[in-house]
């Protein structure tokens, strides 16, 4: 790697976020009002409407959530590593972690069912049902509402904790400049990063796995995380293309970084089918009738089969994997970011496999996205974006105040 020194334009390296203007909050703002209005308009009122809402809530929540939790741990990561490449791209991951906090309270219409004792969503949450049902009576001391929410709140507060550290050390070094911050991050960084696992895995078990809580798997925290990877690296693209069409940031990211952004979904993506292939043939090997169910409803005749076979294992992995092998295309922006886009879509349809089977108990019936699940992505993304934008804003774009800075800015792949 050469280290050849690049200087670019002073007025991009001040480039801040003000000068995307309002569009992004109050775009962010009109999409959550529309997404509030088709969810209305739809009828999540009434107990099956309420369930139905609940779960395409759910699956939205999970899709940003997987957004926000892929950016706090590459922020972390680039920390950890020292690595120097990933700077002119980490204050794009450290906007999108502070997405934790609108998270917390778009998390809350979960919660609220959790704790009125509903069970629409989380059919644990059902005190006769936990007094009776054999595999419940074992697990009753860690699925239990009171537990529950004391969890989430846990949650919550550690990856928020985290994502301000590390954006307000960031931030106040593009004034001071000063070195002694980007140590005390690298310090931090290790133990946030076993926080940060510890918290995720179980955030995994108890939102999306105990939708079934007959059904376990060890590495469905990871299988999570990988998602949360695949996500963050297609926004990123996208954040580097957008910002890049509007005039920003044009010499400071250059196709050596676009290059490193698609190795690395490339390897998620890989990594993703690793997991889902492991997770899947142990499941079918073991044979045990309490963890083969979930997939036999994903893999039954109801139209959830082609979902599992085609939609995901094609379009999650095998056609992505032999698209974005070639070095001349993963070098290609426009290229790269139809990709990205193709991922985020095909990372959608995997959080809703993940939750919309269990809606239906009797017959696991397959069903057709319809405008709930939009009103829901719009309300979700809408106040996620909004919530960021609101912080981002006066901000600067690039960690400019970061001693490896130039070392971005030189940064070459050979």
């Given at each position: 790697?050469?280290?050849?020194?690049?200087?670019?334009?002073?007025?991009?390296?001040?480039?801040?976020?003000?000068?995307?203007?309002?569009?992004?909050?109050?775009?962010?703002?009109?999409?959550?009002?529309?997404?509030?209005g088709?969810?209305?308009?739809?009828?999540?009122?009434?107990?099956?409407?309420?369930?139905?809402?609940?779960?395409?809530?759910?699956?939205?929540?999970?899709?940003?959530?997987?957004?926000?939790?892929?950016?706090?741990?590459?922020?972390?990561?680039?920390?950890?590593t020292?690595?120097?490449?990933?700077?002119?791209?980490?204050?794009f991951?450290?906007?999108?972690?502070?997405?934790?906090?609108?998270?917390f309270i778009l998390?809350?219409?979960?919660?609220?069912?959790?704790?009125?004792?509903?069970?629409?969503?989380?059919?644990?949450?059902?005190?006769?049902?936990?007094?009776?049902?054999?595999?419940?009576?074992?697990?009753v001391?860690?699925?239990?509402?009171?537990?529950?929410?004391?969890?989430?709140?846990?949650?919550?507060?550690?990856?928020?904790?985290?994502?301000?550290?590390?954006?307000n050390?960031?931030?106040?070094?593009?004034?001071?400049?000063?070195?002694?911050?980007?140590?005390?991050?690298?310090?931090?960084?290790?133990?946030?990063?076993?926080?940060?696992?510890?918290?995720?895995?179980?955030?995994?078990?108890?939102?999306?796995m105990?939708?079934?809580?007959?059904?376990?798997?060890?590495?469905?925290?990871?299988?999570?995380?990988?998602?949360?990877?695949?996500?963050?690296?297609?926004?990123?693209?996208?954040?580097?293309?957008?910002?890049?069409?509007?005039?920003?940031?044009k010499?400071?990211?250059?196709?050596?970084?676009?290059?490193?952004?698609?190795?690395?979904?490339?390897?998620?993506?890989?990594?993703?089918?690793?997991?889902?292939?492991s997770?899947?043939?142990?499941?079918?090997?073991?044979?045990?009738?309490e963890?083969?169910?979930?997939?036999?409803?994903?893999?039954?005749?109801?139209?959830?089969d082609?979902?599992?076979?085609y939609?995901?294992?094609?379009?999650h992995?095998?056609?992505?994997?032999?698209?974005?092998?070639?070095?001349?295309?993963?070098?290609?922006?426009?290229?790269?970011?139809?990709?990205?886009?193709?991922?985020?879509?095909?990372?959608?349809?995997?959080?809703?496999?993940?939750?919309?089977?269990?809606?239906?108990?009797?017959?696991?019936?397959?069903r057709?996205?319809?405008?709930?699940?939009?009103?829901?992505?719009?309300?979700?993304?809408?106040?996620?974006?909004?919530?960021?934008?609101?912080?981002?804003?006066?901000?600067?774009?690039?960690?400019?105040?970061?001693?490896?800075?130039?070392?971005?800015?030189?940064?070459?792949?050979?």
């Amino acid at each position: 790697m050469h280290h050849h020194h690049r200087e670019i334009p002073e007025s991009e390296l001040n480039s801040s976020f003000k000068e995307l203007g309002s569009v992004p909050l109050i775009g962010s703002i009109a999409a959550a009002v529309v997404g509030i209005g088709l969810i209305l308009m739809s009828g999540a009122t009434g107990e099956d409407g309420s369930k139905q809402f609940l779960f395409s809530w759910l699956v939205n929540f999970a899709f940003f959530l997987s957004i926000a939790v892929g950016s706090l741990f590459f922020v972390l990561f680039q920390h950890i590593t020292r690595a120097g490449w990933g700077v002119v791209i980490r204050r794009f991951a450290e906007f999108l972690s502070l997405g934790m906090i609108p998270l917390f309270i778009l998390s809350l219409p979960i919660v609220y069912s959790i704790a009125t004792g509903s069970n629409a969503l989380y059919e644990w949450n059902n005190t006769e049902l936990a007094k009776t049902d054999v595999l419940l009576v074992k697990k009753v001391g860690y699925l239990n509402s009171t537990f529950f929410l004391a969890r989430w709140a846990i949650y919550f507060i550690i990856w928020i904790a985290i994502a301000k550290f590390f954006f307000n050390r960031s931030v106040l070094q593009d004034q001071t400049r000063d070195k002694s911050l980007t140590l005390l991050s690298e310090a931090r960084s290790a133990p946030a990063i076993i926080a940060f696992s510890l918290t995720v895995t179980f955030a995994s078990f108890d939102w999306l796995m105990s939708l079934d809580y007959k059904w376990f798997s060890t590495i469905f925290g990871v299988y999570f995380f990988a998602g949360s990877m695949v996500a963050f690296f297609s926004v990123a693209i996208i954040s580097s293309y957008v910002m890049q069409t509007k005039g920003l940031l044009k010499n400071a990211i250059t196709i050596e970084h676009y290059h490193d952004m698609a190795k690395l979904l490339y390897g998620f993506i890989c990594f993703w089918a690793y997991i889902a292939f492991s997770q899947y043939m142990l499941i079918w090997y073991a044979n045990i009738p309490e963890e083969t169910e979930w997939f036999q409803i994903r893999q039954s005749e109801h139209g959830w089969d082609v979902v599992s076979y085609y939609v995901l294992v094609f379009g999650h992995f095998i056609i992505p994997f032999l698209l974005l092998m070639p070095r001349t295309l993963r070098r290609n922006k426009l290229w790269m970011t139809g990709g990205a886009i193709w991922m985020l879509v095909l990372h959608w349809i995997d959080m809703y496999w993940l939750v919309i089977p269990q809606l239906n108990h009797h017959d696991h019936a397959f069903r057709t996205p319809g405008a709930i699940d939009l009103g829901c992505f719009l309300a979700v993304g809408g106040i996620f974006f909004a919530g960021i934008a609101y912080f981002a804003s006066g901000r600067a774009l690039l960690a400019k105040g970061d001693p490896r800075l130039s070392e971005s800015l030189a940064f070459e792949n050979h």
